[in-house]
């Protein structure tokens, strides 16, 4: 069941663009990323400056993230936002590369797997 939005107000290349944006929304709920190997996800705690973030890990662990140069212009994070997580393989357990940001829409996709479910377990998380 889709819902219909009037859009009689816009025109028609704004219908346009309108119509290719939400197609584009369905496409990335589609091709969602997955936590894979070592991957976690995470709930970003803290921006710490230097292109650095407090993560709370869904493995119990609280890390130190980076972003990585090739995403530090491309990947724009804020407090509460849902990280997919690296943990790095010296010092792993303190400190990670944060790989992947997901959209509200993909959040949601990840509750309905079941991914999110720890979310509610602890009771850090119980405002997401």
Not at 8 to 18: D, F, G, P, V
Not at 38 to 66: H, N, T
Not at 114 to 120: A, D, M, T, V
Request: hydrophobic fraction near 30%; charged fraction near 40%.
């Amino acid at each position: 069941m889709e819902q219909k939005t009037d859009n009689s107000h816009l025109t028609k290349s704004q219908r346009e663009e309108a119509e290719k944006k939400r197609q584009q929304e369905l496409t990335d709920i589609r091709r969602i990323k997955l936590p894979r190997g070592r991957e976690v996800l995470g709930v970003l705690d803290q921006r710490l400056g230097g292109s650095r973030c407090r993560v709370r890990c869904f493995d119990g662990k609280v890390r130190v993230c980076r972003i990585p140069g090739r995403l530090k212009r491309f990947l724009w994070v804020r407090e509460g936002n849902i990280v997919l997580v690296e943990p790095w393989e010296f010092s792993g357990d303190g400190k990670g590369d944060i790989v992947f940001k997901y959209k509200p829409n993909q959040v949601g996709v990840l509750r309905n797997k079941g991914l999110l479910k720890k979310i509610e377990e602890i009771e850090e998380f119980e405002e997401f």
